[in-house]
Nanobody
Framework: VQLVESGGGLVQTGGSLRLSCTTS????????MGWYRQAPGKQRELVAH???????NYADSVKGRFTISRDNAKNTVYLQMNSLKPEDTAVYYC????????WGQGTQVTVSS
């Protein structure tokens, strides 16, 4: 099983980034896919997830700014991040869950003020 994130980087406050996570080794369309983040000195937290049926859920801190989506034909989940703030700075991890959690290696997002 592999989950490979991409799209992280350095952006100014108010900017946008799009994260991608491409998977292999799982029946992607049956999994709930999620994005989590971990800032230095803080616990990993859920940012957003999308179920196999397309139902989405967001952390209150990102509602209205981030959008999670999935492309089952490409085995890929996306996180569109707009209106970024310095407090969004973290390592972002892709997660696949059905009865077990699989994790990607993480991608750094840094928002400068």
């Amino acid at each position: 099983v592999q989950l490979v994130e991409s799209g992280g980087g350095l952006v100014q406050t108010g900017g946008s980034l799009r994260l991608s996570c491409t998977t292999s080794g799982i029946a992607f369309s049956t999994y709930t896919m999620g994005w989590y983040r971990q800032a230095p000195g803080k616990q990993r937290e859920l940012v957003a997830h999308i179920t196999s049926g397309g139902i989405t859920n967001y952390a209150d801190s990102v509602k209205g700014r981030f959008t999670i989506s999935r492309d089952n034909a490409k085995n890929t989940v996306y996180l569109q991040m707009n209106s970024l703030k310095p407090e969004d700075t973290a390592v972002y991890y892709c997660n696949a869950y059905i009865s077990f959690h699989y994790w990607g290696q993480g991608t750094q997002v840094t928002v400068s003020s």
